[in-house]
């Protein structure tokens, strides 16, 4: 899915010495690692909410001697009007708290003719974690409901494009693709979901609390046992399935 969606972009604008990249929500910094396969000596500007998910971008990049990155965390007007002419959002925007004014900043940011390319997920209930958290969660609460942390005025290509072009967006193309949810067993999943400091879980975690006064800890082995029941193995890694929307826009 990445692949696809930083070779589209870089395809419709093709970078060069002067480019800029921005990596919002750049969580691990995955997209960032893509565009580096191609364009390794190409400036990138990641910025994310988590404090958190900053520290893991950044053991990342030092990791892989990612150059010509600079990271910052996420303050409003940050970053210059103008001034990026690639900018990804991967599985943010439907995520996001206000995404109307998230994408109203994508568009000041970027410059003139510059290059969108995000995606967002079609199902908003996010079976792939969804799923497995709400049965865990139901075996010890049975009442318990998950919230929907994923926006459902992003779900189809028409929204998307509706969307995109109120915010001065224009040449929208948006395709729906069944990507896969990739780990190497289901102790990372858990570990993941629990300890990585990911916003997004942070919202059904404080719901497990406020709806039930439930203790996070006690539903980590139950999750755990949902994951092996959710998720297939094939080739040593856990997969499943979800269908997701690709979208590449200019300015």
Known sequence: MLTAKTTQATQ?????????????ACGIGTVTAEVKKSFPDISVLAIDSSA??????NRKAKKHDFKNVTTRLLDGGNVSSDSITH??????????????ACIQELHRVMAPGGVLAMNTWADPYHPSIGTP??????????DYKAPMVTSPRWSTPEQIKENLVKAGFKDVQTKQEMTHWRWSSPEEMTTWFFDGGNPVEGRWHESLVEECGGKLEDMREPFHQEVVKEYR???????????????????
């Not at 958290?133 to 049975?142: F, I, L």
């Not at 040593?236 to 200019?250: D, P, Q």
Request: net charge negative; hydrophobic share 40%.
């Open 12 to 24: 419709t604008l093709p970078p060069d010495s002067s480019s800029a990249v921005l990596d919002d």
């Open 52 to 57: 958190g998910m900053l520290k893991a971008y």
């Open 87 to 100: 900018a990804f959002a991967c599985t943010f925007i439907d995520l996001a708290h206000n995404a109307t």
């Open 133 to 142: 958290w709400t049965k865990a969660c139901q075996t010890v609460y049975p």
């Open 233 to 251: 193995n094939e080739g040593g890694h856990l997969l499943r399935e979800e269908l997701v929307n690709l979208t590449i826009a200019r300015k």
